[in-house]
């Protein structure tokens, strides 16, 4: 009775008759057990001091009640400094427990000290110091604070919860820990019911058989599925992918990337450049296309391989190469093009399928299909085989009077030092060749038929010829050879068509490509979506491309501009 009637002294002193009719006291601080009081204005001036007896000390705040084991209230300032196993209950969804807590009734503004536990139903944050400001339904630390939910434990410096959208923002040294993977970042959104994080700073995922970085982008912490859209490179299976935007999942083991890529091989010393890629890591398989280009080191130079296409499967050791429609391949002393070029690492081959062409310096070589050998220890080019209507042409350049000139079934050569050195045609060989002597006079043309012919090269000029089995063959001096006659049956010029660099691999709709905008670099990642209170964002990529019509992979996120 004692207690009772201190508590009820106290109440009327500090609560004027008609005060229940102030508006201002919706916002008062409410005592619903004070427990023992007193007041010592040399301890605390200004405060009222209530302590725990059989029950803890309780008040109430607009939908929230606060337990402790000793009590300052304030009641003019109307703010609360509870100490001692506090906690502070929000409805049925936040719990927050501490050692202290300095509340403000008018800014609804709490600050926790010592050991705080902010809990919820699906996840439990720790820290030192935590304000949770219920005005704005939001709870922030900003010296180091830890969460664990059912999936992940997450760490930073500087954090700040939602509790709305029910999200996470993280700043400085942000870490997720997964039995799987690990997430490092710089700033971090995280929806604890999604599970769902978007980083909008330098990070690093590092997952059982990849790594990611990027500086923007989003990722599924439940299914270890994501993009970046800056700065992004994902170490695959042996490659790294890079692209203005990249996407990849590891139950598909499916990775792709838009705009800017560079796919480079770790084993074979490859690169692919493109604008679309797919990369299938259990298929160990990559899909590329839009101004795709392959490039290797052969001999200390790049050779460079084109087509509308590209297609790269099978392990390091046995990769083959494919480039599918209007082929084509650069190196300094060697260039081409056909329709499709096939390569393959074990055997060493590059075949030039239908209608191919190709130039070593001076000489251009046609015939039905071309083939290149690559000695397989010392990895040189070392031969070529052109089989069915062989052509080897070259200009005279000395006297320009017309074309050299040497064709059979077949030809066979062999290339010392990168050039092509020995050349043998077999079959129904001929030779139209413009003779000259040291001082660069003409000698005569020289027409032959035969069954094989050898030419030995230097420097892309025929410096012997020697004819096998019955040559029928005559030096004609010029004026007795017509021109029409200088020309063998078959004979094609496409001087006009070949490159002298890399970059004239490409044609005019491969150079003037319009790449799409990849969207979400400077607005936030999650924008698209404006939840309602409980709800988080879908997690909508930054858009999507269609995936060209011979793939069946998911495109990376980006979009066209709206």
């Known amino acids: 009775m004692k207690n009772a009637f201190a508590i009820l002294a106290f109440l009327l002193t500090v609560l004027p008759l008609g005060a229940q009719a102030d508006s201002t006291l919706d916002r008062r601080i409410t005592i619903v057990y004070g427990g023992n009081f007193t007041k010592d204005e040399s301890l605390r001036p200004g405060a009222s001091i209530f302590s725990k007896d059989t029950r803890q000390v309780q008040f109430?705040?607009?939908?929230?009640?606060?337990?402790?084991?000793?009590?300052?209230?304030?009641?003019?300032?109307?703010?609360?400094?509870?100490?001692?196993?506090?906690?502070?209950?929000?409805?049925?969804?936040?719990?927050?427990?501490s050692g202290r807590v300095e509340y403000n009734g008018n800014l609804r503004l709490a600050k926790a000290y010592e050991t705080v536990r902010l809990k919820n139903r699906s996840m439990t944050l720790t820290t030192d110091t935590l304000y949770f400001d219920r005005e704005k339904q939001e709870a922030y630390y900003r010296d180091y604070g830890r969460i664990v939910d059912s999936v992940n434990t997450l760490t930073s410096r500087v954090g700040?919860?939602?509790?709305?959208?029910?999200?996470?923002?993280?700043?400085?040294?942000?870490?997720?820990?997964?039995?799987?993977?690990?997430?490092?970042?710089?700033?971090?959104?995280?929806?604890?019911?999604?599970?769902?994080?978007?980083?909008y700073g330098p990070s690093t995922i590092t997952g059982e058989d990849y790594t990611l970085y990027c500086e923007r982008g989003y990722y599924d912490t439940q299914v270890e599925q994501g993009y970046g859209i800056r700065n992004t490179e994902i170490h695959y299976n042996n490659r790294i992918i890079e692209?203005?935007?990249?996407?990849?999942?590891?139950?598909?083991?499916?990775?792709?990337?838009?705009?800017?890529?560079?796919?480079?091989?770790?084993?074979?010393n490859g690169v692919i450049r493109a604008h679309y890629a797919e990369v299938h890591r259990e298929k160990d398989s990559v899909f590329a296309t839009?101004?795709?280009?392959?490039?290797?080191?052969?001999?200390?130079?790049?050779?460079?391989m084109h087509?509308?296409?590209?297609?790269?499967?099978?392990?390091?050791?046995?990769?083959?190469?494919?480039?599918?429609?209007?082929?084509?391949?650069?190196?300094?002393?060697?260039?081409?093009?056909?329709?499709?070029?096939?390569?393959?690492?074990?055997?060493?081959?590059?075949?030039?399928?239908?209608?191919?062409?190709?130039?070593?310096?001076?000489?251009?070589?046609?015939?039905?299909?071309?083939?290149?050998?690559?000695?397989?220890e010392t990895e040189k080019l070392d031969?070529?085989?052109?089989?069915?209507?062989?052509?080897?042409?070259?200009?005279?350049?000395?006297?320009?009077?017309g074309y050299n000139q040497a064709k059979g079934k077949d030809l066979l050569g062999k290339f010392i030092d990168d050039q092509l050195k020995i050349v043998d045609l077999v079959g129904n060989t001929e030779v139209v060749y413009f003779m000259y002597d040291d001082d660069n006079q003409l000698i005569g043309i020289d027409k032959t038929l035969c069954s094989r012919i050898?030419?030995?090269?230097?420097?892309?000029?025929?410096?012997?010829?020697?004819?096998?089995?019955?040559?029928?063959?005559?030096?004609?001096?010029?004026?007795?050879?017509?021109e029409d006659s200088r020309i063998l049956e078959g004979f094609t010029w496409r001087g006009e068509e070949r490159m002298r660099s890399w970059e004239e691999i490409f044609d005019d709709d491969d150079n003037n490509l319009v790449l799409p905008e990849i969207r979400g670099l400077s607005e936030p990642i999650d924008r698209d979506s404006d939840?309602?209170?409980?709800?988080?964002?879908?997690?909508?990529?930054?858009?999507?491309q269609p995936v060209p019509k011979r793939s069946a992979g998911k495109p990376a996120p980006e979009k066209s501009g709206r």
């Open 383 to 401: 031969s070529l085989k052109v089989i069915g209507n062989a052509f080897l042409v070259s200009e005279d350049t000395i006297g320009h009077r």
């Open 307 to 376: 087509g509308d296409t590209l297609m790269v499967t099978g392990k390091p050791e046995a990769r083959i190469l494919r480039a599918f429609r209007g082929a084509r391949f650069y190196k300094t002393d060697l260039s081409g093009k056909c329709d499709s070029i096939h390569f393959e690492e074990r055997t060493g081959i590059t075949q030039l399928i239908r209608d191919p062409v190709m130039w070593n310096l001076e000489n251009q070589m046609t015939g039905d299909s071309i083939y290149l050998l690559s000695d397989l």
């Open 243 to 268: 692209g203005d935007s990249v996407y990849f999942d590891k139950a598909t083991a499916f990775a792709s990337a838009t705009n800017n890529i560079k796919i480079t091989d770790t084993l074979n």
């Open 454 to 482: 050898r030419l030995l090269m230097e420097d892309s000029d025929i410096e012997d010829i020697t004819f096998f089995v019955d040559p029928d063959g005559v030096i004609f001096p010029e004026k007795d050879l017509p």
């Open 290 to 304: 839009r101004r795709a280009v392959s490039i290797s080191l052969v001999e200390q130079d790049s050779l460079y």
């Open 531 to 544: 939840p309602t209170p409980g709800e988080e964002p879908a997690a909508s990529p930054a858009g999507t």
């Open 60 to 97: 109430e705040h607009q939908g929230a009640d606060l337990w402790c084991d000793y009590a300052f209230l304030y009641q003019k300032d109307n703010r609360l400094e509870a100490i001692g196993n506090v906690r502070l209950q929000q409805g049925d969804s936040v719990l927050m427990t």
């Open 160 to 199: 700040r919860y939602y509790m709305e959208p029910k999200k996470y923002q993280f700043q400085d040294s942000v870490l997720i820990t997964n039995p799987d993977y690990t997430l490092e970042s710089t700033r971090l959104d995280y929806y604890t019911t999604s599970k769902n994080a978007y980083m």
